[in-house]
């Protein structure tokens, strides 16, 4: 089945945002972390069930030649210095270049790696086998090592019964014209090929033609499906358990896939759902001016599958991209590794076929991205051109859970409340907020945000609304008032334009509580009356006496400290918010004591009679607040000339 122009299918990628995948920042450095191997395409890297990550690659004996090499990681990505000699293991294959394609650690902890080895032995491949601690097993093959002349190497697997499965291409010179096919291999336990897989443990799936493999699977019935391109196509062949060929899948046990006429096409992983469906992962090229990933996938009879992509297959990409490597994650979906020109690696994840929002995640900081492996905790390991990388995929964050690969989770994926976007701890002194709007400079220590200095308001009587920030008129709370009832006194004349208020008897009141009206700038001084007659208080008056910039007050208005720590404020006459004068004086408890004289306070006159109750406040902004409530019954007067009342 041919699908439509391969350019046409290009998708437009889909930008990161909030809980995007990202690198994992406790990983290396920054998520890298460096090898002293160098890495190689193929399913190179394994998982430990400790945390702990094998890496196989390439360690140079000269500029262009090299031995098989070995890394172990610790979880955090600091090379294991318990392995081999300070984290690595060096083996001579016996051919000048020894390419790792494959490794897998089996059940009993020991490691299996596959390379193919370059000239001048030909289209060659080894198989070596190492206990735990890196030092090769001598009960496998000769000296640990098998090697076999068939033909390159690129992939092996694991059977249930400790069988070894390997996959490569066999390629011939001719005459009469050079041509390549597929060869499947399987051996037992100890690295002797297995007799009872097709010739003397060797199958070779000759078309004539020009196909290469790349990846194989292992069925649980001890089927082997092996994966490639042939010519220009995506190229699948499955045999059966004894290596002859598959006759219920696809056409004789052979599966093409043509994504478009005229591009070059191939499979670069293999890889088989619990269900036993087949997702092939490669590239698609047209006349090396556009490339994207190409994947399909079957079932188990080998035909497309209709809930897959576009009927069976998809391209994916903008243009540039070449498959590196792929995997399943714990939730079916493809998670695909590869390059941009050769000089930037990239992740996508696929959902039945169709990149996932918030992907790829394109990483700069490595040339490709390959030998993909996903952890239990579906971080995403993988391997660059120098180092291993590890991935977060960011699905968690913002669940209000820490889960594995979060430092937090405030239910939001939402930076610059100390736990940023990706559910990391933001760094101390980060700016953030905590929800209070009438905090400044609030800044994140230990992960929480820790409130700032109060937001100055200079507006008489008003206090910050902190869901806006605004400065709303409303009483403070916790004001002292009197140790007995009735020791304030209201006086309202001259048709409330005049305003005296006593307040005597007070409860304790340290000279620390009066404010610092002498040299503070912002420690000024309110007096406020409510009216509290309605559903909500309503101000009615208000002044202000503002702070002394120096101690000296040469000439009101201004404010002067007593010895006893007594201050008053005289304005001469009333200042422009009607304040003539204000003292407070401090005190044991029922000795402190307020009196308030003005006229024509602002917002005033206050309507005679007036609206009951009144709430008189005296506030020094920054420090404490003394009130009395005057209701009616504490009236001595009340009239359109004159109002008297006595507190509650």
């Given amino acids: ?231 220009d196509d995506f190229l699948l062949q499955r045999v059966d358990a004894d290596g002859a060929p598959d006759p219920t899948f696809g056409t004789g046990g052979v599966v093409t896939t043509d994504f478009q006429v005229g591009a070059q096409e191939g499979v670069r992983t293999l890889l088989r759902q619990p269900d036993g469906k087949l997702v092939a992962v490669g590239s698609a090229v047209v006349q090396q001016t556009a490339s994207a990933i190409a994947v399909a996938r079957y079932d188990q009879t080998g035909a497309p599958d209709p809930f897959f992509g576009n009927n069976g297959m998809n391209v994916i990409g903008s243009g540039d991209e070449l498959a590196s490597s792929a995997a399943l994650d714990a939730a079916g979906r493809v998670v695909v590794g590869g390059t941009r020109q050769l000089t930037s690696g990239f992740l996508m994840r696929l959902s039945a076929g169709v990149l996932d929002p918030g992907w790829p995640l394109q990483m700069n900081q490595v040339n490709l991205a390959a030998a993909l492996a996903i952890q239990p905790d579906s971080r995403i390991v993988g391997l660059g051109d120098a180092d291993a990388f590890r991935a977060l995929t960011g699905d968690d964050c913002g669940n209000a859970a820490v889960d594995p690969g979060e430092s937090c989770d405030d239910g939001n994926t939402t930076g610059g409340d100390c736990c940023s976007a990706l559910c990391f701890v933001e760094p101390d002194g980060s700016l953030c907020s905590d929800g209070d709007q009438c905090t400044v400079g609030d800044a994140c220590t230990g992960g929480a945000c820790i409130p700032g200095a109060a937001a100055q308001v200079t507006q008489p009587c008003a206090q910050c609304e902190p869901a806006t920030g605004l400065p709303v008129a409303r009483p403070r709370t916790g004001c002292k008032t009197t140790v007995r009832p009735g020791r304030a006194l209201l006086k309202l004349t001259d048709g409330g334009e005049r305003f005296s208020w006593r307040w005597n008897d007070g409860a304790a009141t340290a000279a620390g509580e009066l404010g610092d009206p002498i040299g503070d700038a912002s420690s000024a001084h309110d007096v406020c009356v409510f009216d509290e007659s309605g559903p909500t208080p309503a101000l009615v008056a208000a002044s202000t006496a503002a702070s002394n910039l120096t101690p000296d007050c040469v000439r009101p208005p201004c404010w002067r400290v007593a010895s006893d720590g007594r201050l008053t404020y005289r304005s001469g006459p009333p200042n422009a918010a009607g304040l003539a004068s204000l003292q407070l004086r401090p005190g044991t408890g029922g000795r402190a004591r307020v009196r308030v004289k003005g006229t024509g306070l602002l917002g005033g006159p206050i309507p005679l009679p007036p609206s009951l109750p009144l709430r008189v406040q005296v506030w020094a902004r920054g420090a404490a607040c003394f009130e009395a409530v005057h209701s009616a019954s504490g009236v001595r007067r009340s009239d359109a000339r004159r109002f008297q009342g006595a507190s509650d």
């Fill in 1 to 231: 089945m041919r699908s439509r122009v391969l350019v046409a299918l290009l998708l437009g990628v889909a930008s990161a945002a909030g809980g995007a995948p990202t690198l994992d920042p406790t990983f290396g450095t920054g998520g890298l972390a460096a090898l002293t191997v160098i890495p190689r395409l193929g399913r190179t890297v394994a998982l430990l069930p400790d945390g702990r990550i094998l890496v196989a690659g390439l360690v140079l004996t000269t500029p262009s030649q090299g031995d098989l090499g070995l890394n172990r990681l610790l979880p955090d990505g600091t090379i294991d210095a318990t392995f081999g000699t300070a984290g690595r293991v060096v083996q001579d294959l016996g051919s000048p270049e020894e390419r790792a394609t494959a490794l897998m650690r089996q059940p009993d902890g020991q490691i299996v790696v596959a390379s193919t080895l370059g000239p001048p032995i030909d289209d060659a491949g080894a198989i070596a086998r190492f206990d735990a601690d890196g030092t090769l097993d001598p009960t496998f093959g000769t000296g640990g090592i098998v090697t076999t002349s068939v033909g390159s190497i690129e992939d092996l697997a694991l059977q249930a019964d400790g069988s070894i499965v390997v996959a490569g291409t066999v390629r011939l010179p001719g005459p009469p014209f050079p041509r390549s096919y597929m060869w499947i291999g399987r051996l037992d336990a100890q690295g002797v090929p297995d007799a009872g897989f097709g010739t003397g443990g060797v199958v070779h799936l000759d078309r004539g033609g020009a196909d290469v493999a790349a990846s194989l699977v292992v069925e649980p019935s001890g089927a082997v499906v092996v994966a490639g391109g042939s010519s």
